[in-house]
């Protein structure tokens, strides 16, 4: 697939990439093998971070059934339901990042208050510890997607608390992907049925990223 659209490309047909990732690469002088690493980088890594957030997403939704009608009502009134659904995705991320945290090396000095950190220094941005820390989010461990929702309960967060894909030029490359998988498989299953969960507390396990341990328990009942 990837080696036909460059193909495509490189022969200027109609439906070509230039408006696209590949095409963009292309016209920058790119080889063809970096593009194909890079296309590939995007799909499967946005394919496996799809597959875990929409888990524990649907886990959160399944053992909150206030927030999920809230969610079913909003998809029902307006086909998008676009707010109360980016909030639901915010706060699985919060509480179930794709990783615990970034690892960086500081290539200039950095100041943070009465800190000074010298250049290659590693340093870990933990996002998983500091969003679950009373010193920084009320009710840490509550789902309360409704944090996140403007004009409603949105409490005053920092906006590089919770980075669950990064932030800047090394940010996680399959981030868009992953979020328009994970809205749209969210809002088809709660649109159709009722999610329910029938096991224990879901377990956790974390090695280059977190992923849900165990057998999936849901139900799902037809609306």
């Known amino acids: 697939m990837i080696k036909e659209a460059i193909e495509r490309e490189k022969r200027g047909e109609k439906g070509g990439l230039s408006t696209t990732l590949l095409g963009n690469l292309f016209s ?3 080889d063809e093998r970096t593009m194909t690493v890079m296309a590939t980088d995007l799909i499967f890594g946005g394919v496996e971070q799809t597959a875990h957030a929409a888990a ?11 927030q999920q009608n ?6 029902s009134n307006d086909k998008d ?3 109360y659904l980016r909030a639901v995705v915010k706060e ?11 690892i960086r090396k500081l290539g200039v000095p950095l100041t943070l208050g009465e800190y000074t950190i010298e250049p290659n220094t590693t340093y870990v941005l933990a996002h998983q510890t500091m ?9 840490p461990h509550l789902f309360k997607p409704e944090r996140w929702v403007r004009n409603n309960e949105k409490e005053d967060i920092h906006s590089f608390l919770t980075l669950p894909f990064g932030w800047g030029p090394r940010m996680c490359v399959g981030r868009r992907f992953t979020e328009m998988e994970v809205f749209s498989i969210v809002s088809t299953m709660v649109s159709r049925f009722k999610i329910g969960w029938s096991g224990p ?3 956790i396990k974390s090695e280059i990223v977190i992923f849900p341990e165990g057998p999936l328990r849901f139900s799902f009942n037809p609306r």
């Not at 699985?92 to 970034?102: D, H, Q």
């Not at 969003?131 to 009710?139: A, E, G, I, P």
């Open 81 to 83: 339901g676009q707010n």
């Open 56 to 66: 524990f997403t649907l886990y959160l939704l399944a053992n909150n059934q206030h």
């Open 201 to 203: 507390p879901i377990g």
């Open 28 to 30: 920058k002088g790119c």
């Open 131 to 139: 969003s679950q820390n009373r010193q920084y989010v009320d009710n």
């Open 70 to 75: 809230i969610l079913f009502q909003e998809l």
């Open 92 to 102: 699985t991320m919060r509480l179930y990042p794709p990783a615990i945290g970034n």
